[in-house]
């Protein structure tokens, strides 16, 4: 059994490449005075921006951490290092280095029928991305991402498997400055997307997750967890 979920897992990261920024962690859920500890990898292959000012890619690395206040709340928290590629509309071809990145947010556990191993989660999630200033042409280009993000999720477990799907509002701004002047912030083109995805359980304290974001963005997120 577990041998056929790691290769499902492998299955689905493989595919949605084309497919997933801040995650929602779906509806997973940590019992009161849990720990959850684990790798996160979030890549946004392209999200746009509004009236034509191109688009932006990042590829985020996390060390992630959930804490479960209750059994119906947990908080989580992540800090690494992400990367920040700037392109298309009327604007140059900007790469910046990878810099740091952080996050925080919550999730309630709205509805539980334990009968039918059905949830339903709200969530609020954060992520700000601080990549390595960048020139291009004489010009000195500093940028942030600021990604605010609620989601709702619905799911049903399957065995060890818990695939869900919901829907998710966002703003992934991109601020920048060039040549430290006229500070800019370019809100998204879309504000609403539609999220799927999966969390296979190894063991009671050992899962993976992958996550797509569709219609907002194009991106990817998966993660490995222990908890005690």
């Known amino acids: 059994m577990v041998r056929k979920d790691a290769a499902l897992v492998i299955a689905l990261t493989l595919i949605a490449s084309e497919a997933c920024a801040a995650p929602t962690y779906g509806t997973d859920m940590l019992k009161r005075g849990k720990v959850a500890i684990g790798y996160q990898n979030n890549i946004v292959f392209r999200h746009d921006l509004s009236d034509s000012y191109g688009y932006i890619k990042s590829d985020q690395h996390f060390f992630d951490i959930s804490y ?24 140059p071809k900007v790469s910046y280095g990878y810099g740091f990145a952080g996050g925080y947010g919550f ?21 700000s991305v601080h990549p390595v200033d960048s020139s291009w042409n004489s010009d000195k280009y500093e940028s942030v991402l600021d990604d605010w993000q609620a989601s709702l999720a619905g799911s049903k477990d399957i065995g060890a498997i818990t695939p869900y799907v919901g829907i998710k509002f966002s703003k992934f701004d991109l601020v920048y400055k060039v040549n430290e002047m006229d500070r800019k912030r370019r809100p998204p083109e879309n504000f609403v997307g539609l999220v799927t995805g999966i969390t296979v359980r190894f063991r009671d ?6 996550e797509a974001h569709f219609f907002d963005e194009t991106a990817l997120s998966t993660g490995a967890y222990y908890t005690y």
Do not use: P
């Open 68 to 91: 479960g206040v209750y059994d119906w709340l947990s908080v989580c928290g992540k800090a690494g290092m992400a990367d920040l590629i700037q392109k298309g509309g009327g604007h």
């Open 107 to 127: 999730r309630i556990r709205a509805y539980n029928n334990t009968k039918e191993k059905i949830r339903i989660v709200l969530g609020f999630h954060h992520i």
């Open 205 to 210: 304290d050992l899962s993976a997750r992958v």
